[in-house]
């Protein structure tokens, strides 16, 4: 929290980068519509990113839970802040059942405020008003949820679900890459026991189709007994098919 409450080393770091604009540009930026983004500092357990948001933006059709810890600092502007309560994402979450987003909750940013989002039960965006909005955000990586959740605006409803940033996505994205590939299947059959439902659930899918056989004994065992109602329904499923062994 030092970091947000007391920003001014930024400007020490970033000064020199424009007085010897030859030497390089050594931070990445992602820009998106009305908003710009430089990533000062990216590690395991934490980002810091300066996010500058212009006004005038046309009203956004959804909101998102990003399933992150995130602290924020307005260094510049004023805007607002908007949350809804979305619920966590647990064991038993699906997308079928996840209920709408609670009442919209708002308050104006003015610079200097501090505040803390908290991505894993709410949903939020944050509009510039007037001038353009500067904000310094540390982002949290420990305790963080596995999926992102996107919800539509108006009325709430939960539109789309991801795998967050983390060590989920990448294994979700590695579960793919040795799904297009030969052999692996000792990867997915490893995948096929982890943490996050998604994952298990797609490396079970893909080790199959490479060797039903083999996956046949973790599938039963996941019909019966995995905590993820949707990875059980699957499973069943798939047992049921001709295709699978006995």
């Given amino acids: 929290m030092r970091l947000i409450a007391d920003p001014g080393w930024a400007a020490a770091m970033l000064g020199p980068l424009l ?3 030859d030497a390089g540009w050594p931070l990445a930026c992602r820009v998106a519509g009305d908003r710009a983004t430089l990533v000062i500092e990216r590690r395991a357990g934490a980002a810091l990113t300066v996010t500058m948001i212009g006004p005038g933006a046309a ?3 959804g909101v998102v839970a990003s399933g992150r810890h995130m602290f924020v600092r307005v260094l510049g502007g004023s805007g607002r802040l908007d949350r809804w309560p979305a619920g966590e994402v647990d064991d ?3 997308a079928a059942s996840a209920p709408p987003l609670g009442r919209r909750c708002s308050s104006a940013l003015r610079a200097g ?4 989002i908290d991505g894993r039960r709410d949903a939020h965006r944050i509009v510039a008003v007037g001038r353009e909005l500067v904000l310094l955000t540390l982002t949290l990586a420990q305790g963080a949820a596995p999926l992102l959740r996107e919800y539509a605006l108006p009325g709430g409803r939960l539109r789309r679900v991801a795998a967050a940033e983390g060590e989920p996505a990448r ?3 590695l579960v793919e890459l040795l799904g297009a590939l030969d052999g692996g299947s000792e990867g997915l059959a490893a995948a096929a026991r982890h943490p996050a ?3 298990r659930w797609a490396a079970m899918r893909h080790w199959l189709a490479r060797d039903a056989a083999g996956a046949r004994p973790v599938l039963a065992a996941m019909a019966v007994g995995d905590p993820h109602p949707e990875v059980r329904d699957a499973a069943v499923a798939a047992l049921a098919m001709p295709a699978c062994p006995a």
């Fill in 59 to 61: 009203a956004a059709t």
């Fill in 92 to 94: 038993r979450f699906t």
């Fill in 197 to 199: 439902f998604f994952v």
């Fill in 113 to 116: 405020a501090v505040m803390e």
């Fill in 19 to 21: 007085a010897h604009p």
């Fill in 171 to 173: 294994a979700a994205m």
